[in-house]
């Protein structure tokens, strides 16, 4: 139908040009996510992908479970799809091309079932197909009834030769679809978008992909980068980093979830992509053979990286300690999980003021909520000449008069006096 | 009904149910809390697992942490992580490492705001990644306790909240509250709320560190301890 006329039927209608380069990526896309389920995945251009699934159809479950499965996640990646089963890849990609949603196992049933095949399956040329209407020949079955030699000189040997591959009578050998090596997808708007929460709803199609491509390479990325893409300024990046690798889609998509959410869109944003490479090898986790009770142990990476997309990477951090006699340089802020040494140390409060809090004086006694009284020490701490940071202290353990054990210190560097530097909780 | 043998003792033996009177059995998941005298008070043997716990020392640096040494020590060794989630200071690794407790398994959470406070506690709970979650929340409210309490139901950790005393006058959906105060130099632990009868006697636990203890003898102690710990049950009677 012309344009013309489709507007002059639905005023209203939106008309968009097909775009042959966007429709090739996205069908190297979902070839991409595809090649989770099967290693053999082929590609029939512009609108086809065929899997070759006999070999997984019992890991996934059979095929009821599988269909499920590729539906519910081609459609969490924005497509709807056909589908159809055969024994020859041709056969199947007709069927599914023809929307007959058909699945057949067996050579023998497949004859009947193409014969009723309309003759555009054949996908020839414009004048072919208008020489086949004016022949009467509507459907595959009746162009297969037809003397072979008359069709061959008056259409070619074509039309022939694809429904003897498509019958299983020709060998129809395929290119099986080779994974890239990094991860790239984009989706452009139709309208440009501020809203964050718009922006989740499109990268979540762009994670199943990615998911799924990291499923096909047994692999994982600790890192990925979603690109705005705005009219006319440079591209915002966000990048998300993770702990440990991980090709978990709700993983992903919380963590962009939480970085989205106090996130200031610098503009309108046109179209976005996710980018991820380093595809780090993630071998596949064994579920226990005996159900434990209670809820399942959650990953400690996975909070760490909750935690950190919201409140900063600073924020959460672990702990060390160091064979340094200074107290406060006996400790030092790491990334969680890291292996360490434990020195020896003597009396230690379990808390270290960040800053040591300058004590009043009253009669050379040191006060802090009141009078302390001092329990133990001192114990002279006298070291770092060598690199600036030299300190002379007498640390104490002292009573405040609500009964707190306290840390404190005598300076004799400096201007002297008193400090309080722990609290023995 | 004649056949059916129906046993009364049979239903109460069932975990989900608990009698006013004594303290719910077996079938509360509980961390033990390393003090024989305090565990056997204690639903289950010891700290709620999957349950919150309010801690409100009377003061900071009376033995609140000290209180959670052995049973952050066992859990910590035995590979769990530990949240400390908006802590009041830093937490000093070699006193921690000194308590036994596996530092490595440590992890400091930082935040700007009570909102952060809260929505890291209930994010390190729903995520049951924990051994045990300790935070320093400022300020909640009843319904933002609960929120945590249902946060960590169903799972493993206890959940530790260090709150101001001045919290005991408020109720609470916490499975556990506990009040610390002073007495003779060690540690009086009162019970305001447990799954069970409440407990009217403090319990004290000589909490307090080795090299201090040893050198107490030496020293002149005040003979009474302050006013304001004596009249401490007193003011707790409505909590």
Avoid at chain 1, 20 to 37: K, R, S
Avoid at chain 1, 328 to 333: K, M, W
Avoid at chain 1, 345 to 366: M, S, T
Avoid at chain 2, 103 to 125: D, H, Y
Wanted: hydrophobic content about 45%; overall charge neutral; aromatic content about 8%.
């Amino acid at each position: 139908m012309a344009v013309a006329a489709a507007l002059a039927l639905a005023p209203r209608l939106r008309v968009a040009p097909r775009d042959p380069a966007a429709e090739t990526e996205a069908l190297l896309g979902v070839a991409g996510w595809a090649a989770q389920f099967t290693p053999g995945v082929a590609l029939e251009f512009p609108d086809g992908v065929l899997l070759e699934v006999s070999g997984s159809l019992k890991l996934f479950g059979g095929l009821e479970s599988f269909l499920e499965r590729v539906r519910r996640e081609l459609g969490e990646m924005g497509w709807t799809a056909a589908f159809a089963g055969a024994p020859t890849p041709r056969a199947a990609f007709w069927l599914a091309w023809a929307g007959k949603q058909k699945f057949i196992g067996e050579s023998a049933e497949l004859e009947p079932v193409l014969a009723e095949l309309p003759v555009e399956v054949l996908r020839c040329k414009d004048e072919t197909l208008a020489a086949f209407e004016a022949i009467g020949v509507r459907t595959l079955g009746e162009l297969r009834s037809l003397p072979r030699e008359g069709v061959a000189r008056r259409f070619g040997q074509e039309p022939l030769t694809g429904l003897d591959r498509a019958l299983g009578l020709l060998p129809d050998p395929r290119n099986f679809f080779v994974l890239p090596a990094r991860f790239g997808a984009a989706i452009g708007f139709p309208a440009e978008v501020t809203q964050a929460e718009a922006l989740l709803f499109a990268a979540r199609r762009l994670i199943v992909q990615l998911a799924g491509f990291l499923a096909a390479r047994s692999g994982g990325v600790q890192r990925f980068v979603l690109r705005l893409g705005h009219r006319d300024k440079a591209a915002t990046e966000i990048a998300i980093g993770l702990v440990a690798p991980s090709r978990d889609a709700e993983h992903f998509t919380l963590l962009l979830r939480e970085r989205l959410s106090n996130f200031a869109l610098s503009g309108p944003v046109r179209e976005i992509s996710l980018q991820a490479g380093d595809v780090v090898p993630l071998p596949g986790s064994n579920l226990g053979l005996l159900l434990e009770q209670g809820k399942p142990p959650g990953q400690w990476e996975h909070l760490i990286e909750r935690l950190r997309s919201r409140l900063g990477t600073g924020a959460v951090h672990g702990l060390s300690s160091h064979a340094e006699h200074r107290p406060e340089r006996a400790i030092a802020i790491t990334e969680p999980g890291s292996r360490q040494l434990h020195p020896d140390f003597g009396e230690r409060p379990f808390w270290l003021l960040e800053r040591p809090k300058p004590l009043a004086e009253v009669g050379a006694a040191p006060h802090y909520q009141g009078p302390l009284e001092l329990l133990a020490g001192p114990e002279r701490i006298e070291s770092g000449w060598w690199d600036g940071g030299d300190v002379a202290r007498d640390y104490f353990v002292a009573r405040t008069q609500n009964e707190a054990l306290v840390w404190i210190y005598r300076e004799w560097r400096g201007a002297g006096g008193w400090y309080l530097h722990g609290v023995f909780a | 009904m004649a056949g059916m043998p129906f046993s009364f003792a049979a239903l109460l033996d069932r975990p989900d149910i608990w009698r006013g009177d004594s303290l719910s059995r077996a079938g509360t998941p509980a961390i033990p809390c390393g003090f024989p005298g305090l565990d056997a008070e204690l639903p289950g043997g010891g700290w709620p697992a999957g349950a919150l716990t309010e801690i409100l020392p009377a003061h900071e640096g009376i033995g609140e942490l000290r209180l959670l040494g052995p049973a952050l020590a066992g859990l910590s060794q035995r590979g769990l992580r530990l949240a400390w989630i908006a802590p009041p200071h830093l937490p000093y690794a070699p006193a921690l490492a000194a308590a036994g407790i596996d530092i490595a398994n440590l992890v400091i959470v930082r935040t700007a705001s009570s909102k952060e406070t809260l929505w890291a506690t209930e994010q390190a709970l729903v995520s049951n990644a924990c051994g045990a979650v300790l935070a320093w929340p400022r300020g909640a409210k009843y319904a933002e306790l609960r929120r945590l309490q249902i946060a960590a139901e169903g799972g493993r950790a206890p959940a530790f909240l260090f709150r101001g005393q001045e919290a005991a006058g408020e109720s609470s959906p916490a499975a556990l509250r506990i009040a610390l105060d002073t007495s003779d130099g060690g540690l009086a632990v009162h019970v305001l709320k447990r799954r069970g009868a409440p407990l009217a006697q403090p319990i004290l636990l000589p909490a307090m560190p080795p090299a201090v203890r040893s050198k107490n003898h030496h020293v002149d102690r005040h003979p009474a301890a302050p006013a304001a710990a004596r009249d401490f049950s007193a003011r707790l009677v409505h909590a």
